[in-house]
T-cell receptor, first 112, second 117 residues
Framework: GNSVTQMEGPVTLSEEAFLTINCTYTATGYPSLFWYVQYPGEGLQLLLKATKADDKGSNKGFEATYRKETTSFHLEKGSVQVSDSAVYFC???????????FGTGTRLQVTL | SAVISQKPSRDICQRGTSLTIQCQVD?????MFWYRQQPGQSLTLIAT?????????ESGFVIDKFPISRPNLTFSTLTVSNMSPEDSSIYLCSVEGARDSSSDTQYFGPGTRLTVL
């Protein structure tokens, strides 16, 4: 079956530091890959997505590249802000009308 | 993307009672899903809400415990029945297939935070 593995958190960074959150997946075929963010006390927001190999998703300074050869979709940001403190979920979907398979989530804490 | 609302946003309930959660979308959508997020955990799909027919449940979830309705293309309800403290979670609905949205992307409501005493 499908699965998503994320790096363990929490990740604590100083403001303006570089962020990487690792995500690898197991799936048959060519799934779509997503990063969702959950701010404290809120629901999930779509951060970015990629639908095929070598696609790069980007939004709000965050980027992730769909790497089929390494089955990875690592999230990066060049300079984090305190406002980026949240839980980040990597997820995959095998296609339209299919359930999302989520990773365990990585909590990011950014300090001044 | 579609605007999704959930009611109630949070509730505290006594064990043995039931709570119905509503999910309303501001436009017609193809798919609606219900997920559970237990404290400090990731999200698990409970079921797919099918318009005009019975929901499709994931392994480990049953209709008697989590009855779901979807009377039209913009609205669904999830009931958590005969609650116990283990049901304390965030319940989220998600939608897919709204007009002007990607067909393979799910968007989530704000969630309902349920505490069972």
């Amino acid at each position: 079956g499908n699965s998503v593995t994320q790096m363990e958190g929490p990740v604590t960074l100083s403001e303006e530091a570089f962020l990487t959150i690792n995500c690898t997946y197991t799936a048959t075929g060519y799934p779509s890959l997503f990063w969702y963010v959950q701010y404290p006390g809120e629901g999930l927001q779509l951060l970015l997505k990629a639908t095929k190999a070598d696609d790069k998703g980007s939004n709000k300074g965050f980027e992730a590249t769909y790497r089929k050869e390494t089955t990875s979709f690592h999230l990066e940001k060049g300079s984090v802000q305190v406002s980026d403190s949240a839980v980040y979920f990597c997820a995959l979907s095998p296609g339209t009308a299919s359930k999302l398979t989520f990773g365990t989530g990585t909590r990011l804490q950014v300090t001044l | 993307s579609a605007v999704i609302s959930q009611k109630p946003s949070r509730d505290i309930c006594q064990r043995g009672t039931s709570l119905t959660i509503q999910c309303q979308v501001d436009s017609q959508v193809t798919m609606m899903f219900w997920y559970r997020q237990q404290p400090g955990q990731s999200l698990t799909l409970i079921a797919t809400a099918n318009q005009g027919s019975e929901a499709t449940y994931e392994s480990g979830f049953v209709i008697d415990k989590f009855p779901i309705s979807r009377p039209n293309l913009t609205f669904s309800t999830l009931t958590v029945s005969n609650m116990s403290p283990e049901d304390s979670s965030i319940y989220l609905c998600s939608v897919e297939g709204a007009r002007d949205s990607s067909s393979d992307t799910q968007y989530f409501g704000p969630g309902t935070r349920l505490t069972v005493l």
